[in-house]
Each structure stands twice: as C-alpha cells, then as structure tokens.
C-alpha cells in the first residue's frame, strides 16, 4: 500500500512511495506527530539519479524489519534536495559542520522543532568499513533519546545555536578591482593540474563557473594564461570519459583526475552551463572542437532533457540494466572490444577501439571501458552505428521534474548557441521553456514556484537561485530575439529578489522573507554545481541596469559583489560566477542598441557582430529605429537610412556605426 509520498510531483519522493516505510512529505503536520507522539524524526534527503541513494533504498528503506523499526520509533521525512534546496543547505551545513564532510543520501536525526542531534550520509545495511549499520544507527538514537534525552537536547541546542552564528556580513562592501580580479587569476594558477587540466585533484568536477570567469578575465586583458587554462581544461573535459562521446552531453564528475571515468548521471544544470561554457570559448578562439560539443551538447539538452510541455527534464540516471538485467551504473554508456566488434566488425572496431580507447583490460568495471576521444575525431558513420546500436539497450531512468532555476540556465545556454551557430531551432526551444516558466511557475505577483511535473506546479517557493537564473535567462533571450518583454519579465523577478531577499549591506539570502522559516535561514555566496544564488542574481542585476538605466539595480549588484572582494582572491575556484560577474562590472559592462528594420541583412549583421562581443557582459537590444520595445533603443535613429550601432558604458557612448567591422573594435574588451 502505498504511504504519504504517493500524491507528490517529484520523481524522487515517488521511488519511495511503495516503501514499508511510512515516509511523510517535508511538512508542519510531520513535525505535529512527532510532538504528539514523543519521538525524534528521521530526515532522510537525497534526489533521483544519486546512485548510492537508490542503494540505500533497496538495502534499508525496502526492508520489512528496518522498516517496522523504524515506523514504530521515528516519524520518517523524505526530502528531494532538488524540490528543497533551502532544507537541505541548512541541515548540510550541520552534517559538515558536525562530521567534516556530507553528501546524499544525507541522514539526518531531528527533535520536533526540527533541531538536529544526529548526523550521517549512507549507513548499510550491515557493519562495514566501521561503518555502523542502519539498524544500528536507528537502535542507537532511540537509547538516546530514551534514556539519555537532556544530552540530546543539549546537543541540539547548540548546533542551532552554531548555526546561528555563521549568518554572513559585509562591512561596507566595495566591487572587485582590477587588482582583486588579477589575485583571483593567481589563485586559480596555482590550483590549476598543469598536466591533466582542471582544478584540484580527484573527484573532479567541471569548473564551469570558473572557466567563465578566465574567457571575461582573457576578454578584458588579453591574459593569455587565463585563456590557455580554460582552453585546455575544455579540451580535457570533452576529450575524456566524462563527455559523452555518442550521444553529447556530459557526466556529473570524474572519479578520477584525469577525466576517465565519469559519474555516469547527467544533470541539465551540468549540461546547460557547459553548453554555454564551450559557446564562449567558440566564441573567443573559434575552436572546432568547441563548437562541435557545444552545439551537441545543446542537442543533447532539446532532445533527451526536454519534456512534452516544452521545459527541460533534470536529470538522466547513472544507472540502467545491463546485458543481465541487472540495474547498475554505467551499463548504458561503457564499450567492451567484443561489443564493438559485434556492431562495427572486426575491422571497423579495431580501428574505433584505438579511436575510443577501448581496451581488454577495460577503463571501467568487469573489462567494460568508458569511451574517450584522446585523438583524432571519430568517422560519422562508426559513431552513428554506435550509436544507433546503445539506442537499443535499456536507458536510463528520467528526473521529469522541471526546476526553474536549471530551466533559465538553459534557456540562456540554448539561445546563445542557437544565435552564434545559426539554429533557430534551438532558440525555439528556449522560448517554449520560457513560456512555460511564465505560464506555469509564475503567478500573477510573478512569484516563482520551484518545480512542476507533466504540467503540474509543486507546492514549494522559488529560491533567489529561481528567481537569478530564470531572470538570467529571459535577459539572454531578450538579447538573442529581439523580444522585450523577456527584458520585461525579467524586471519583475529582479524587482522581487531586491523586494524579498536583500539584507543588510546588501547581502543576499537564498529564502525569502516571508519563507517558512527554518532553523537557520540559508545564505551561501559560494558557487557548487550551479552559480551561487547570490552571485547569479548580482549578474542578473547588473544586466538589467545596463538595459534600462535602474541605478536601484545596479546599486544592488555592486553591494552583491562585497563577498567576492572579501573571497574571490582567497577561494576563487568557488566563487567563478561572483568573479565573472566582476569583471563585467569592471568593463563597463557595455550597452549595444542594434536599430535597423527587422530581417534587414545589414540589421542582421550588427546584431551578430553584437552577440559575438568577448568584451564582459555586453547587455544587447536590437530593434526598428523608433521602438520603444527596449530602453536603449529609445532616441537611436538610422544613420543616414541605414542601421547602425551604439555602444555606451559607464555614461559615454561611441560615434554611431553602420559597419560591423567598426562595430567588433567598439567591442574588443580589452582596455
């Protein structure tokens, strides 16, 4: 029989439905039992493609006996962190601040003020690793808080209040200079594996953030190095085990430094920022190979992510079944010779193996290997057989959720690629996830919700990273199409995020104001496998204000960026979007008004030679002559009867220009 989670929108709590563990949704009626039943509350919180989350299902959440346990002396709260992010930033904090390290599943144990004693990720089912089991973990914290309650509450006690006490301030924040932004590059430098690409060591995750930051930093000062390492890094990345070498798209991380073997899930985040990512670096050097996986990548995203009403689908499972029928992760991406040979020959595979790396050994588990692209491009046709032949083997599981904030990453990435590489198609498919994000996530006060499924709208609040990055978004559509009213609804998010989620000295808190109020009111500068909310919005701000002039907005993004002057030249690797952010509002960032009649070839040439800009942030309208359809449009006339260009930044504008080549120095960058 199924138990609370049945009538939930997300995949994740779904999978739990039919567990013999009476989970409940995230809500006060939970908190409500455990009060009237005098028992302590197991948080359990995780999403849908996390791998050792589904293991923990099948050994402890399926199990009949760990189950009944668990029932008889706990209230169960299932959480998708995804749905959640507010819920699971404040207890992940705990976990970390309490263990020095997290992860998910996460494993939490709560009072019925939802004040945490316990912490823990994946426990199995039996001792391991000195690992206690589940069971015994549970056993454990029932004795305490039976027998040994005034400790537990004291523990409790001070967590919150530890807690309490990390809540951010800035004194007097000031932007990032020149010289804060050139240590932030010296930082990187020495963080930087000269010899596999990349930042940091094993498990490695895609730096998209950062190597945003390098293309702006290589724009405005022609840093040669910032290039390299962002060049360098995109080619490792796309040359390794983490790119899909098939069907495009990337991997979450790689397990290992040298970009082999992946973590097979793919997220739409992951996937929207690098398609971008390697868009700008096409855009910088002109590389095929940029162009090739990001144009792959977007396909990859308006094809397999994207949902029957127009929006795009989280994530693809690291899991599916093998040739046995057995669910394990990477069954559907890894190439053994023996496979090859039996859909390519033996000639052809001989040759793909060499290509791919596929040896006898295996790269991967059981003789199976990852496929990588170390050297010379694949023939079409072996991809396409290759192709066509793991079509044919069982797929892995789709997170159908839409989650606004991913959707507004990918709509910038998809209509950026879909202008600089000529595919309309992909802009199409911008918009239909724009218009969803209106018609569905939006009410008419332009509040966000988070989620929805098959049409379905989820009960929880957009947090500042929705509100950031679907205003991100509908700006980058806004530049592409032409369309003001992107710009317009764009306005009414950021007016929202000044409204409801600014604090003191311009700090920014991932809640709104008028929230549920949780233990501590989440707020993280830092960026993880998205841009930081907070930055995210300090970009979004800052584009708005050079459309339209609002001083209000461009205040609130300069106080924003206090946090990347205090961290960007100490943590640079994780704060990328703040420093990229930063280095715009060193350029200017400069305004482009593209006016001339609409589909007119010499129109159509300054506005690509405007979307091509390298120059940090570059805010784009394009129009007739006379619309008022975007701000910088007003007062722009014809030169002589024929379109032209303006470009202004920081109050002075250049001569009028009806000549691209003109228009391309006016936006070098450098200065």
């Not at 197991?42 to 029932?71: I, K, P, R």
């Not at 190597?211 to 796309?238: I, K, N, P, Y």
């Not at 990435?413 to 994000?437: H, I, K, M, Q, S």
């Not at 950031?468 to 199409?481: P, Q």
Request: charged residues 25%.
């Amino acid at each position: 029989m199924p138990n609370r989670l049945a009538h939930e929108t997300s995949p994740y709590l779904l999978q739990h439905q039919d567990n013999p563990v009476d989970w409940w949704p995230w809500s006060a009626e939970a908190f409500e039992e455990a009060r009237r039943r005098g028992v302590p509350v197991l948080l359990s919180v995780g999403y849908s493609s996390c791998h050792w989350c589904h293991v923990m299902a099948h050994e402890s959440f399926e199990d009949e006996q760990t189950a009944a346990y668990a029932n008889d002396h706990f209230v169960a709260i299932k959480v998708d962190r995804e749905e959640r992010p507010d819920v699971d930033a404040v207890y992940m904090e705990a976990v970390q601040a309490a263990t020095g390290q997290g992860g998910w599943p996460m494993t939490v144990f709560l009072n019925a003020e939802a004040h945490p004693f316990y912490f823990g990720t994946y426990f199995p089912p039996e001792p391991r690793h000195g690992m206690p089991s589940f069971r015994q973990v549970l056993q454990g914290v029932t004795a305490a808080w039976t027998d040994r309650r005034g400790e537990v509450d004291e523990v409790a006690g001070k967590v919150v209040q530890d807690l309490a006490a990390r809540s951010l301030a800035i004194d007097a924040p000031e932007v990032p200079g020149e010289d804060d932004l050139a240590q932030a590059l010296l930082g990187l430098t020495r963080e930087y594996d000269a010899t596999n690409a990349g930042f940091g060591g094993a498990p490695k995750f895609p730096p998209s953030m950062a190597v945003e930051f390098l293309l702006r930093h290589h724009a405005r000062t022609g840093s040669d190095g910032a290039l390299q390492m962002a060049a360098d890094t995109c080619e490792a990345m796309a040359r390794g085990g983490m790119y899909d070498q098939l069907g495009g798209g990337f991997a979450r991380y790689s397990v290992d430094r040298e970009w082999v073997v992946p973590h097979f899930e793919k997220m739409l985040y992951d996937n929207a920022l690098l398609c971008r990512v390697y868009a700008h670096l096409w855009r910088a050097t002109g590389s095929p190979l940029a162009r090739r996986v990001a144009l792959q990548t977007a396909d990859f995203i308006a094809t397999e992510l994207r949902t029957a009403e127009g929006g795009f689908a989280s994530a693809l499972d690291a899991d599916s079944e093998d040739a046995s029928g057995r669910h394990v992760e990477g069954a559907y991406y890894v190439w053994t010779p023996a496979e090859l040979r039996e859909v390519l020959g033996e000639q052809d595979a001989e040759r793909a193996a060499e290509l791919y790396g596929v040896t006898v050994a295996g790269t991967f588990e059981a003789g199976a290997s990852v496929l990588q692209l170390p050297g010379a491009e694949a023939p079409d046709d072996v991809r396409a057989r290759l192709l066509a032949a793991r079509a044919r083997r069982p797929r892995p599981g789709r997170d159908d959720k839409v989650v606004a904030a991913w959707n507004g990453l990918a709509i910038a990435a998809l209509a950026e690629t879909g202008a600089y590489f000529d595919r309309p198609d992909l802009v199409e498919r911008a918009t239909e996830a724009a218009d969803l994000l209106v018609r569905l996530h939006m009410d008419e006060g332009a509040r966000l919700s988070r989620t929805s499924k098959d049409g379905r709208v989820g009960a929880n609040a957009g947090v500042l990273e929705d509100y950031a990055d679907v205003a991100e978004g509908f700006l980058a559509l806004a530049s592409v199409t032409g369309e003001g009213v992107w710009l317009e609804f764009a306005g009414f998010l950021l007016d929202l995020v000044l409204d409801q989620f600014v604090g003191e000295n311009g700090t920014l808190y991932d809640t709104a104001h008028d929230a549920e109020q949780l233990i501590r009111r989440p707020q993280d500068p830092t960026d993880n496998a998205t841009p930081s909310g907070w930055t995210a919005a300090a970009g979004a701000l800052l584009s708005y204000a050079a459309h339209t002039g609002s001083e209000a907005h461009r205040s609130a993004a300069e106080r924003a960026l206090g946090v990347v002057k205090a961290l960007g030249p100490r943590a640079p690797r994780f704060i990328g979007w703040g420093l990229a952010v930063a280095e715009a509002v060193v350029d200017g960032p400069r305004e482009v008004a593209v006016v001339g009649p609409d589909g007119d070839p010499a129109t159509v040439a300054l506005h690509r030679t405007a979307l091509l800009a390298r120059s940090p942030g570059t805010v784009v309208a394009v129009g007739e002559s006379g619309s008022e359809e975007f701000p910088l449009l007003v007062h722009r006339p014809l030169i002589d009867g024929r379109p032209a260009a303006y470009v202004c930044r920081n109050f002075t504008c250049e001569a009028p220009t009806p000549d691209p080549a003109v228009l391309k120095g006016q936006l070098g960058g450098r200065q």
